[in-house]
């Protein structure tokens, strides 16, 4: 009815820019056919997916995807949330749309987007087949950008051990630094995945490469508190004096000695969250001498990968505090007084 009206089919506007691209993201074919006839603009840009094309492939509608492609919509058009149609096939798992984009030329290493390019995303979102079929249309294992550097990165944090396997037979570089975590091992070690460590660490990654969010993986494994990691990257030599990039007066053993031993720590705000801030380093190497109960152990894990706050632990010392003798009352004003003056 509109049509019949001469209504302006390419108006732009609205959350997905034009008419076509939001018949394209619900998988309207009809209406997406009756847009054509009437000579919409198969390459308009603007809205949240950029182009008609991306957004059909986002949701994953083949039959919209050939329509558009059959009308000679660009296969390799920039813009929208996840930079091109293959990026956004590849980030949802559609295998069937990824293989039609590559047969109509697509660019495997089109760069964009949130992760970067397809392989990127096909990688942190666990889709081992389409990682398969990227690879063997040439994709660049090593290629940059992105929310996390690259692919072995991206398959890392997440724990997908069967793609980090594909792309290290592909020749992934195991120390290709970017991203969030700056490297593979430590991506794996903040996210507590030991078996993905222990092969990183057999590719002879570097285990004090430098870099990232927590400055090298042993202090990534102790913020997230993953003892077994901390050892194992304690068995392949990892420093535990070194300092890391962003402090130059601090080491991993010495901040958790520091937090841990001290009778009064200080704010756990104050302990910036790129150190090795809970004990698990301290009680891998230094258990023996730091006899502490339990509960004191959570004021040293306040700070976790995700930044929140004081754990559990704590307040439960407090309260256990707040109950004891009153021959032992005038020990705890001193601390505070203490804490206080610090």
Known sequence: MLLEKNVDVNAQGGEYGN?????????????????????????????????????????????????????????????GFWGNALQAASVRGHDKIVQMLLENDADVNAQGGLYGNALQAASVRGHD?????????DADVDAQGGFWGNALQA???????????????????VNAQGGLYGNALQAASVRGHDKLVQMLLEKDADVNAQGGKYGNALQAASVGGHEKIVQILLD???????????????????????????????????????????????????????????????????????????????????????????????????????????
């Open 19 to 79: 008419a076509l691209q939001a018949a394209s993201v619900g998988g309207h074919d009809k209406v997406v056919q009756m847009l054509l006839e009437k000579d919409a603009d198969v390459n308009a840009q603007g809205g949240k997916y950029g182009s008609a094309l991306q957004a059909a492939s986002v949701g994953g509608y083949d039959k919209v995807v050939q329509m558009l492609l059959e009308k000679d919509a660009d296969v390799d058009a920039q813009g």
């Open 129 to 137: 087949k389409l990682v398969q079929m990227l690879l063997e249309k």
């Open 155 to 173: 398959a890392s944090v997440r724990g997908h051990d069967k793609i980090v396997q594909m792309l290290l037979e592909n020749d992934a570089d």
């Open 236 to 342: 392949k030599c990892a420093d535990i004096e070194m300092r890391t990039l962003t402090t130059a007066d601090s080491t991993t053993a010495s901040i958790a000695v520091e937090r841990v031993g001290m009778p009064s720590p200080g704010p756990v705000e104050q302990q910036n969250s790129s150190f090795a801030t809970t004990a698990s380093v301290t009680r891998v190497v230094y258990h023996e001498s730091h006899p502490y109960e339990e509960n004191d152990w959570g004021e040293a894990s306040a700070i976790n990968d995700h930044g929140k706050g004081p754990a559990k632990g704590k307040r439960k010392v407090q309260r256990k505090r707040k109950t004891s003798t009153t021959a032992e009352q005038p020990a705890k004003k001193r601390v505070t007084r203490s804490s206080a003056s610090r």
